[in-house]
């Protein structure tokens, strides 16, 4: 058991380790990239800084753990068949390390201040280890499973709102313009009548962040990937808070459509996402 505390903290400081260091140089780096590559669409971009960040932390942890698996959203192709092929190659890893090098990318590429890594250790499949960093406003968010979620040290709880009709909640806009798209555009459609408000700012892994740290009470995706929620889980979970995919299952790495609350509104949630 000793062995396994030593453990999980050495996980949880090369991870911190990793995201500070990468956050750092992204943020060093802004303005002074070449124009974006498209990746399948003109609204999915990457640029050289994602793929730099990528082999900054996946080298780190390489180093500390060179038997770990690694799944890296700039080490995989674009697309929802390429991403499942992916995580089902790993889905049997003692141990996953499972990394957005820059979640946020388009805000990035404008210097809109909203952007994060996002490190998580899975261990045979479930998340004991998330970090997320917003490197604008040097928050760093941190959760141990079963030991609480902090940020900056601090520990974080969900908000208190009941109901959806004192809540700010937040969503996404899927880059996939085809069937994605035009089905968030109804959910929006349907919970934005019975919410405070809807905030759309450009990283699914600061949103989850956010709910843990209960400055949203609610978040939710369509299409997203293992790297944009698994340290995000771990945090509004250990937050207090509930995660699940849209019918209402327990979150696990395959989960794309998401659902994320203070537990509270969850149902509610689940509700108006169901009308749309
Ligand atoms: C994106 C961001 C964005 C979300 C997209 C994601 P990326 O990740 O999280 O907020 O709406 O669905 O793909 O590509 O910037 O890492
Ligand atoms: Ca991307
Ligand atoms: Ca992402
Ligand atoms: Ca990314």
Redesign the pocket.
Known sequence: ENEQIIGSKSFTAVAVNCASKAGEWIKSRIGQFAEPDLKHSMH?LVTEVDKGSERLIRNLIGTHFPHHSFLG?EGVEPGPEASARALEKVSDAEYLWIV?P?????NYVHDFPF?SVSIALARKGQVIVGVVYDPSRDELFVAERGKGAYVHGKRMSISGEKALRQSLVAT????DHTAALPANLKQIQAVAPQVRNVRVA????L?MAYVAAGRLSGFW?I??NAW?LAAGSLLVEEAGGRVTDQSGEPYHLGVRNVAASNGWIHGELLEALKKA
């Open positions: 999915d959203e957005d820059i979640d946020g990318t388009t952007y996404g806009f899927p880059a450009g990283s699914a892994a949103h995706e299409g997203l944009d």
